[in-house]
Each structure stands twice: as structure tokens, then as C-alpha cells.
């Protein structure tokens, strides 16, 4: 070794100390009454197929149960979903009577008469003129109030 390696050389004097922490196992006894391992283990996985019918019933009752909870589950998260917009709707329509979210603007619809025929009613005297007329456009809301007042004061002292 010292020719094929000279630098190690110095190696093949050091002595080897050996460590009283470390020891060397004993060695392993077979028991003589050790069963043998057979050639094949093909035997030991003999499979009971008379479990097979239970466990497929398990497993259809199972899949069963999974899929009645799931549309269940479906059924309830559809109908909360329904209740959380039918309660936003209402609030909605507490806010905006007559508002519906999916019908787009809200356009305003005259519920009541017309001013002008109400004023007609209280003094006989139409202040508003026709409605849409250039004249009734030209008119403020104010101008109205003042003659709706005066219209009842009026009647008032009649």
C-alpha cells in the first residue's frame, strides 16, 4: 500500500485506540425450535368472500346516506340563498316603496289626482292649467303652494 499511495504511508504507523464506550455485539442464536419460512406465501392471502355481500351493502347504504345529505344540504344553502334575497328585497322596498332590483329605474307613476282638478274641487278655480301645457311647465312648485293656499283660504271664508 505504502507504493501505490505514498503520502499515506505515515498512516500505517499511527495505532488504532480503541473506544471502552464502544463494544462489539454478540452474536445472533437461532432458536431450534424457529418455525422455517415456506417458499411461498400465497396460501396465508386466501380471501373470505363471504364478507363480499355485507360489505357491499355497507357501502351502498353509505353512498346512499351521502348523496340524501347532500341534497339536503343543497336544499338548505338554496333556500337560505332564496331568504337572504327576499330579505334584502324588503328592505329595499322600506326604503323605496315599490322598488324591485331586477325591473332596472324606478319610474315615477302619479297614484293621486292632478292638481289642477283638486284645486277645481276646492274654489272652482284651476290655477295649474293642463297638464304638459307650456303654461303648467312655466309655473313653479312654489307658485302652485301659494295657490293651492290661497284656494283654501278661500273656501275658508266663504
Avoid: C, W
Avoid at 339536503?72 to 327576499?86: A, F, G, H, M, P
Avoid at 328585497?89 to 323605496?96: C, G, H, S, T, Y
Amino acid at each position: 500500500m505504502t507504493q501505490e499511495h505514498p503520502q499515506y504511508a505515515a498512516a500505517n504507523v499511527v495505532p488504532l485506540i480503541k473506544s471502552p464506550s464502544l463494544r462489539v455485539p454478540k452474536p445472533v442464536e437461532m432458536p431450534e425450535d424457529m418455525y422455517p419460512l415456506p417458499s411461498s406465501i400465497a396460501e396465508y392471502f386466501a380471501y373470505p368472500f363471504t364478507l363480499e355481500p355485507h360489505v357491499v351493502t355497507l357501502e351502498s347504504a353509505r353512498q346512499s346516506t351521502v348523496a340524501a345529505h347532500a341534497t339536503r344540504r343543497e336544499s338548505y344553502l338554496e333556500t337560505r340563498e332564496q331568504d337572504k334575497v327576499k330579505r334584502k328585497k324588503e328592505a329595499l322596498r322600506r326604503v323605496a316603496p315599490g322598488f324591485e332590483p331586477d325591473s332596472g329605474p324606478m319610474v315615477p307613476r302619479r297614484i293621486g289626482e292632478p292638481v289642477s282638478k283638486r284645486t277645481d274641487e276646492l274654489g272652482g278655480i284651476n290655477v295649474g292649467g293642463v297638464p304638459g301645457s307650456a303654461e303648467h311647465q312655466a309655473r313653479s312648485v312654489m307658485d302652485d303652494l301659494v295657490d293651492q293656499l290661497a284656494a283654501m283660504t278661500s273656501n275658508n271664508i266663504k
